[in-house]
């Protein structure tokens, strides 16, 4: 799988529809985008089809245009000798458009899909709805989904799906009703919310998206807000040390750690600011936690700072640029003080200093979202919240639910608290207060483990403390989190994240030798 393996903007289902229409009107006919859309889905299928024997195609055909690509896809796969059988949810002449054109080109049989035998395929084809799904699908088209899917998990047999998953809204995610479970989806353009946002990226298989004919230059007008978090939102921002530079140049970062049997999380966030490039990194340790953190670092180093005053203290020093606090400091009023004083604007008017606000820091304001919004307005630079689900429903309780999405909730957030929102989860959201967006395309399972998110505050502060952009560096960090994870994988602890680094940095290096 390439590091960047889909164009970098996301649409919801309106603005794709907006880059058709402005297609159309720019002078290329509906119809031959639909005959690129089933030539790519047929490319996808004849592939798959060769890691078999078998030739038996099932296309089942909806009422609008993803049906219409379906009927366009059995003429191509006829063509190409396949054994052809359509299941029509309506009946073609009730299609409209060039649906109905596409329905008409096809001269074999048509059997109605409730009643449609799923057995002797090899391969079903679902262009039952796309992105024009408007409701929760009932009823027979819902039984139908409901057969598919258990057909699958019984007989093995697999399910490419047309643009999207019948029943998964394409700006959201969601499940309408019911959808169905693909092996593989062949979508058009630009990938939509709902490719990458759960539980719609579960119904996905794998996701393959084609070019049909749309220019990129129709983003000119839609102006899309949402991107996939791959190296191509921003590489080109990506810190790079330099021959001439010096370990000040790469910033100093602060991790504060929690008292004495909870120094564990800061010490994993230390670690991995300075193997994300930082150029040093100090623990600031309460006095009752020295004796367990000396031992257990080298390369970072360790200072005493006892409460608020002592993080004051330790901050006066304006080259330290960013400050991480959250994991293992315990929540109540303590903490409070902490977030407060990383916080204070800084005392020489140039100093810029970024925060990032993780676990505790954040849990420690619930329900008092508007008391953290002031102290982020007048904070020294850029804020990042890196909440879990948990942390994100103390934090924001209802304020923030605006909308169907997590994508939506995480925009609010980020709206309602003027900081950078990381919303964490296999799925995970960076939203900027400017209204930017960013979906990860590359879960991996084995973050799900203690000391995972502690480990991804401290690679968003070593990006940080290198001067890269606050949404660029919240959204690099959450992907080579997963890509080292995905490095790594079976058997990963937090520890491995930062040990994996290098390896997710000799790969983006390698994609930028030139600048080296
Ligand atoms: N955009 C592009 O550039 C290109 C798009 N292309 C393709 O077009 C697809 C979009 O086509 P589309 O707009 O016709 O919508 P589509 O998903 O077929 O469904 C609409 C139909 O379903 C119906 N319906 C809706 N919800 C329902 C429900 N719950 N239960 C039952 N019925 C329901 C709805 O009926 P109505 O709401 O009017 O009652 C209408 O009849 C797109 O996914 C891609 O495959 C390609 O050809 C190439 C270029
Ligand atoms: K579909």
């Given at each position: 799988m390439p590091l960047d393996p889909f164009p970098t903007e996301i649409l919801t289902t309106e603005e794709m529809a907006r880059a058709d229409r402005l297609t159309i009107e720019s002078g290329l006919p509906g119809k031959e985008l639909m005959k690129n859309a089933a030539a790519a889905l047929v490319s996808v299928v004849t592939r798959m089809l060769q890691t078999s024997s078998g030739r038996r195609v099932l296309v089942l055909c909806g009422p609008g245009n993803n049906g219409g690509d379906g009927y366009v896809a059995a003429r191509l796969l006829r063509q190409a000798r396949m054994k052809l059988r359509v299941g029509a949810l309506t009946p073609p002449s009730n299609l409209r458009g060039d649906a109905l054109a596409a329905a008409a080109a096809w001269d074999g049989a048509v059997e109605p899909a409730e009643a449609c035998l799923l057995a002797n395929a090899d391969i079903v084809i679902d262009a039952l709805f796309g992105t024009g799904l408007a409701r929760d699908i009932e009823g027979?088209?819902?039984?139908?989904?409901?057969?598919?899917?258990q057909y699958r998990r019984e007989s093995g047999v697999r399910v490419v799906a047309v643009d999207i998953p019948s029943g998964i809204d394409g700006s959201s995610g969601a499940v309408r009703g019911v959808a169905v479970e693909a092996d593989a989806t062949v979508t058009f353009f630009r990938l939509k919310n709902g490719h990458l946002l759960l539980p719609g990226r579960l119904h996905c298989g794998e996701l393959t998206c084609a070019h049909i004919g749309i220019r990129s230059a129709v983003l000119g007008e839609i102006k899309p807000q949402t991107f996939v978090n791959a190296p191509g939102l921003w590489r080109n921002l990506l810190p790079l040390p330099r021959v001439d530079g010096h370990k000040y140049s790469r910033g100093h970062a602060v991790v504060v750690s929690g008292g004495f049997s909870f120094t564990g999380a800061a010490r994993l966030a230390a670690q991995a600011a300075l193997r994300t490039g930082a150029g040093l990194v100090t623990l600031a340790s309460p006095r009752d936690a020295m004796a367990a953190n000396a031992p257990a670092l080298t390369s970072v180093m360790l200072r005493e700072a006892e409460g608020a005053e002592g993080l004051a203290a330790l901050l006066s020093d304006a080259r330290k640029n960013v400050v991480a606090l959250g994991p293992?400091?315990?929540?109540?009023?303590?903490?409070?003080?902490?977030?407060?004083?990383?916080?204070e604007p800084a005392p020489e008017p140039d100093a810029k200093r970024a925060i990032v606000l993780d676990a505790d820091a954040l849990t420690s304001f619930a329900g008092e979202l508007e008391t953290l919004r002031r102290l982020i307005a007048k904070a020294p630079g850029a804020v990042v919240l890196t909440p879990h689900a948990g942390e994100f429903a103390r934090l924001f309780g209802d304020a923030a639910n605006d909308?169907?999405?997590?994508?939506?909730?995480?925009r609010n957030a980020a709206r309602l608290s003027g900081a950078i929102v990381l919303f964490k989860g296999p799925d995970t959201v960076v939203a900027s207060p400017d209204g930017r967006a960013s979906i990860l395309a590359a879960a991996s399972p084995w973050l799900a483990t203690a000391g995972s998110g502690d480990t991804l505050t401290g690679m968003i502060a070593g990006l940080l403390a290198q001067g890269m952009e606050p949404f660029a560096a919240a959204s690099c960090g959450a992907?080579?989190?997963?890509?080292a994870a995905t490095l790594?994988?079976?058997?990963?602890?937090?520890?491995?994240?930062?040990?994996?680094?290098?390896?997710v940095w000799r790969e983006l290096v390698g994609c930028l030798e030139a600048v080296l």
């Open positions: 027979k088209a819902a039984d139908l989904i409901r057969r598919l899917n293992g400091l315990g929540v109540g009023e303590a903490t409070r003080r902490l977030v407060e004083t990383a916080l909308g169907p999405s997590k994508l939506d909730h995480a992907w080579m989190h997963a890509r790594f994988g079976p058997g990963l602890i937090a520890d491995d994240i930062a040990a994996t680094l290098p390896a």
